[in-house]
């Protein structure tokens, strides 16, 4: 796969903070099923981060109603393209999941603040599990309404496309669903839990 030609949707002009062509992987089926056995989503998705749509197909074979959309402009992507996510604004879904870009950290935690103001109900991100770390993002995580942290208890293998899922590598970097609900009581402390 090669470097993808990358609008900025807001100015028109090439963005490549957030995305450098090459942060494209396909979330694994795994990953996705585990999270979906462990959470209830009521009502509308959005997955704005859709790439090729392993997610939103998923969402939608099960009877979900996935508005998806991703900043790549090609022709494999599912659903809207050249929409950047930053450029969103209010509520579009009553929930929001995605397997973010990960490359730049600071941007990141920018990125998963304005996921928070897109859905009115639960936000998911798959996301390392050194996202839990960090004096930067110390005082989010500890008044946002984080709920829960599935954390993977066998390693994710990203593949890039065109790889073979079922080849023998496997993942060096730990990853976890991260679920905030804007209706977790303000007074209780996230959860953590494994996926086995
Ligand atoms: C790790 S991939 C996940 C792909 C997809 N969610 C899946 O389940 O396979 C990250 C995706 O985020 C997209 N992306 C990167 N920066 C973005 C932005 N600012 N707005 C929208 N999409 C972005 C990339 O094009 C890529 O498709």
């Not at 990203?158 to 590598?169: N, Q, S």
Request: with cysteine; hydrophobic share 35%; charged share 25%.
């Amino acid at each position: 796969m090669g470097v993808f030609q990358i609008g900025d949707t807001t100015t028109g002009t090439r963005n490549y903070d957030f995305y450098d062509g090459i942060d494209y992987f396909i979330t694994p089926q795994y990953a996705i099923d585990k999270l979906l056995e462990q959470e209830n989503f009521e009502g509308t998705i959005l997955e704005p981060c859709s790439g090729n749509g392993r997610i939103s197909k998923t969402l939608e074979q099960l009877g979900y109603t996935v508005y998806s959309s991703d900043i790549r402009e090609d022709e494999d992507v599912y659903g809207e393209k050249g929409i950047n996510c930053m450029s969103l604004k209010g509520i579009q879904a009553n929930n929001l999941i995605t397997n973010p870009p990960y490359l730049n950290t600071k941007k990141l935690l920018s990125m998963t603040q304005h996921f928070l103001t897109l859905a009115d109900k639960k936000v998911a991100l798959l996301l390392r599990l050194a996202f839990l770390e960090s004096q930067a993002r110390h005082e989010f995580l500890t008044t946002s309404p984080l709920e829960k942290v599935y954390v993977f208890s066998k390693r994710l293998t990203m593949h890039r496309e065109g790889m073979d899922e079922k080849d023998k590598a496997r993942g060096k970097i730990a990853f976890a669903w991260f679920v905030w609900n804007h209706d977790k009581p303000s007074n209780t402390k996230p959860i953590i839990d494994w996926l086995f």
